[in-house]
């Protein structure tokens, strides 16, 4: 948005959710927001989003519509029949299930809502080639309403951690690896692989830590099995935390085997502090910019806890590998990412705008 209004763009943040940081932020550097604050995900709800958002469309006189996350998507395919308002489906999810033999359930909604939007949208932007190719080959979209424009992100505006808690964090939970996830907790971030490899190599005498942040619907299913083990002291599930920079500054290596990530977020500001991630092949972007066993490690989405235990041993016996894996990883995330590098991908935002 900040890019888009140097450029001489008009923009302005509207949102279903009730006003917060976001829009007290756009705000105090002269971007105008506005909040729909409807909750839920009932007909009637949409119904009434549906209405705001055509009349909101219509009183700002608005030209272009970039639509934001599924529920919001669903919104806009409707209303775009009745502006003349361009819309524009940003794509942020693909449920990459069909990689692996697991048994992971997608949710028949979510699979349902996604298919009516890509059927009535017009253009559909994806942030990656993984999304992109996921959605040809998966959901058969057609090709021509495809757009990949990458991420970018101004890095200098994420909080520097705090020394003192960053030591404080080493000296609560010390060992010779500490590793990190920051992901929902649910099956498609895939804890469940994760946790038992652990388990496998505390058994065989690796000193490790594995420190996981955020919530979710698995947390009991996880919490029992942390329990069940006796690993209360090896896997410490923490919960949503605001003060996250402080917990990768801590940790030496950022677990990543998710199924679900269309750019993940987390995987660049682990980056930021010159950490190593380990995270799925051939889902997302991390393929893009992971040269795998040189700044980081790419995990394959089949037989994945068997390439996690040897990525593990591997960074577990060569601090010094993984310390230089970071610096090369925060170097090629910032060459690619950071907006005062995203000439190019500006330059797709014009495209977009002006056909």
Avoid at 54 to 72: A, D, E, G, T
Avoid at 164 to 179: D, S
Avoid at 186 to 194: D, E, P, Q, S
Wanted: aromatic content about 8%.
């Amino acid at each position: 948005m900040l890019e888009l209004r140097k450029m001489g763009y008009d923009v302005i943040l509207l949102t279903s959710s009730s006003k917060g940081d976001l829009h007290q932020y756009l705000e105090s550097v002269g971007i105008r927001t506005q909040s729909l604050n409807i909750r839920g995900n009932g007909l009637l709800n949409y119904l009434k989003q549906i209405i705001l958002l055509i009349r909101f469309c219509r009183n700002n006189k608005i030209n272009s519509v970039f639509s934001h996350l599924q529920p919001v998507n669903f919104v806009s395919i409707f209303a775009q029949y009745f502006i003349t308002a361009r819309v524009i489906i940003f794509r942020h999810h693909l449920q990459s299930v069909h990689q692996t033999n697991e048994n992971i359930n997608v949710n028949a909604n979510e699979s349902l809502m996604d298919k009516i939007i890509n059927r009535l949208a017009k253009i559909i932007v994806v942030p990656s080639r993984g999304v992109y190719n996921g959605m040809l080959r998966y959901e058969k979209v057609n090709e021509n309403k495809l757009r990949i424009i990458p991420y970018i992100y101004d890095f200098s505006q994420y909080g520097k951690p705090d020394l003192a808690e960053v030591e404080k964090i080493k000296t609560q939970y010390p060992c010779k690896l500490r590793l990190l996830m920051v992901s929902r907790l649910i099956r498609l971030k895939r804890h469940h692989i994760v946790f038992p490899v652990i388990k496998e190599l505390l058994l065989k005498g690796y000193d490790i830590k594995l420190l996981a942040l955020d919530t979710g619907p698995e947390k009991e299913n996880l919490d029992r099995y942390i329990t069940e083990n006796n690993l209360t002291a090896s896997i410490i599930l923490l919960g949503y935390r605001t003060d996250f920079v402080n917990y990768m500054a801590a940790c030496d290596m950022l677990i990543q085997p998710s199924l679900t990530d269309a750019s993940n977020s987390a995987a660049k500001e682990m980056s930021l502090f010159e950490k190593p991630i380990a995270a799925s092949k051939n889902v997302g972007d991390y393929d893009d910019y992971i040269k795998d066993g040189e700044n980081s490690y790419l995990i394959p989405t089949t037989d994945s806890a068997e390439h996690l235990r040897e990525i593990i041993v591997d960074a577990y016996n060569n601090p010094g590998k993984i310390k230089n894996m970071g610096k090369k990883l925060k170097e090629e995330v910032v060459s690619r990412f950071d907006a005062r590098n995203a000439g190019e991908v500006l330059n797709l935002y014009k495209e977009l705008l002006n056909n």
